[in-house]
């Protein structure tokens, strides 16, 4: 299994942070499983990496060329993938995984999984979503996401969909318990979510 994880390039400010993806790293690399990742060696990013190759798993970095260039942090991968752009880095991210992982991190963890979000949402990626929501780090989005439903911005909005385990033993859990089977719909052969063409849905939010 590939599992795309998006997660800070700076630890947080608190100790549990980096303990999550240390453990999260572990988990991954225990099981022989493949993390897909920005590239980087700092931050969560660099805890997370190193832990899965620590454990016997593979890495893949994903990382855009002007990144390297200007002396980001990097360190040995089974793979580092050299792209051009922010925007292919993140296709490559999404083509190459199975389950897409959220840690605590900035506004690049959260454009990056809330294109995932948008995704899943339009069936162009498998549910669900994961959201790990150490020390209530999520809690705000959540909240957020409520309040886009309750105003009619996403109608048919389904909690199932987006995940908020508040530990890495839960998200592992979950992962464990997902089907073996999981598909989705392309832009070319789109197969619409039910609540597309429910009276309600008069744009897609």
Known sequence: MNITVYCGSNPGDKECFKQAAHRLGNWIGARGDTLVYGG??????????????????????????????????????????????????????????????????GVGT???????????????????????????????????????????????????DYLFPTSVDELTSLIQALPEQRCASTEDEWDEPVWVSSEEAFYFG
């Not at 016997?56 to 792209?83: M, Y």
């Not at 069936?123 to 439903?149: H, R, W």
């Open 40 to 105: 980087s060696s700092v931050g969560l990013m660099g805890v997370l990496s190193k832990s899965v190759l620590e454990s016997g798993g593979n890495v893949i970095g994903v990382e855009p060329n002007f990144f390297i260039e200007a002396g980001v942090a990097q360190h040995e991968l089974t793979e580092l993938i050299v792209v051009k752009t922010m925007n292919e880095r993140k296709a490559k991210m999404i083509e190459l995984g199975d389950v897409f992982v959220a840690l605590p991190g």
């Open 110 to 160: 959260l454009e990056e999984i809330s294109e995932i979000m948008v995704r899943v949402r339009l069936n162009l990626t498998p549910a669900p979503c994961f959201f790990l929501n150490v020390d209530g780090f999520y809690e705000s989005l959540k909240t957020l996401i409520q309040e886009m439903v309750n105003r009619g911005f996403m109608p048919g909005f389904a909690w199932d």
